[in-house]
C-alpha cells in the first residue's frame, strides 16, 4: 500500500486547511484510515481515524475544529482543519491499517501562525 498526502502548508491562527491522503495498492475492505501527527520534541499523536464504514475517533483537542472524510471510491481520507491554532502545528501523517498491518506516507508540514 502507497499513500500519497497533500494540502499542508502555512496558515494564521483562526484559518482553515485541508489535507488528502491517496493510497494505491491492495486495499482491504476492511480498513481504517486517519491522521496523526507530531509536534517538535513531542510523540506521534492520532488526530482522526476513520473505518470504511464510516465509524470517526477524534482526539479532544481537535473536536469540533477538525473533521475526517473518506471517499471509498478513491481510497482517499481527507482532514479538513478549521479554527486552526498554534498548537496545531507539526507534520501530519497520514496512516492506513489493513490486513496486512499499517502503512504511513511521508507527511506533510502544518504550520499556525499566531
Known amino acids: 500500500v502507497q499513500l500519497v498526502e497533500s494540502g499542508g502548508g502555512l496558515v494564521q491562527a483562526g484559518g482553515s486547511l485541508r489535507l488528502s491522503c491517496a493510497a494505491s495498492?491492495?486495499?482491504?475492505?476492511?480498513?481504517?484510515m486517519g491522521w496523526y501527527r507530531q509536534a517538535p520534541g513531542k510523540q506521534r499523536e492520532l488526530v482522526a481515524t476513520?473505518?470504511?464504514?464510516?465509524?470517526?475517533n477524534y482526539a479532544d483537542s481537535v473536536k469540533g475544529r477538525f473533521t475526517i472524510s473518506r471517499d471509498n471510491a478513491k481510497n482517499t481520507v481527507y482532514l479538513q482543519m478549521n479554527n486552526m491554532k498554534p498548537e496545531d502545528t507539526a507534520v501530519y501523517y497520514c496512516?492506513?491499517?489493513?490486513?496486512?498491518?499499517?502503512?504511513w506516507g511521508q507527511g506533510t508540514q502544518v504550520t499556525v501562525s499566531s
Open positions: 496512516r492506513y491499517t489493513g490486513w496486512d498491518g499499517n502503512y
Open positions: 495498492g491492495s486495499i482491504s475492505s476492511l480498513s481504517i
Open positions: 476513520m473505518s470504511r464504514g464510516g465509524s470517526t
